[in-house]
Nanobody
Framework: VQLVESGGGSVQAGGSLRLSCAAS????????MGWFREVPGKEREGIAT??????????DSVKGRFTISRDNVQNTLYTMSLQMNSLKPEDTGVYYC????????????????WGQGTQVTVS
């Protein structure tokens, strides 16, 4: 299974960025994709998840500002996006997308497949 993120970068506080993730190589009847953020000195944290039924969940810190969506799901290809608005300096970090079969979870340890990460810097 391969996951590839894109769309990171640098932006001023109050700005917006859109992250995308393409996952391929495995078929699940029930699945969950999520975005996680990692900053130096802290554990990787769950930011947003979306499952095969379209159910979404968000960390309190990003509710109302970030939106996770499925772009396309067909056969062994899953693509999703994270629209990030009203960005704050504390949103800075490396963002990873992840995929798992089964129910959603906000725990990084529940996910098997990970992308390489993309840096988001808000100043």
């Amino acid at each position: 299974v391969q996951l590839v993120e894109s769309g990171g970068g640098s932006v001023q506080a109050g700005g917006s960025l859109r992250l995308s993730c393409a996952a391929s190589g495995r078929t699940y009847i029930k699945w969950c994709m999520g975005w996680f953020r990692e900053v130096p000195g802290k554990e990787r944290e769950g930011i947003a998840t979306i499952d095969s039924g379209g159910i979404t969940a968000y960390a309190d810190s990003v509710k109302g500002r970030f939106t996770i969506s499925r772009d396309n799901v067909q056969n062994t290809l899953y693509t999703m996006s994270l629209q990030m608005n009203s960005l704050k300096p504390e949103d800075t970090g490396v963002y990873y997308c992840a995929l798992r079969g089964g129910d959603c979870s906000t725990s990084p340890s529940a996910f098997v497949y990970w992308g390489q990460g993309t840096q988001v810097t808000v100043s």
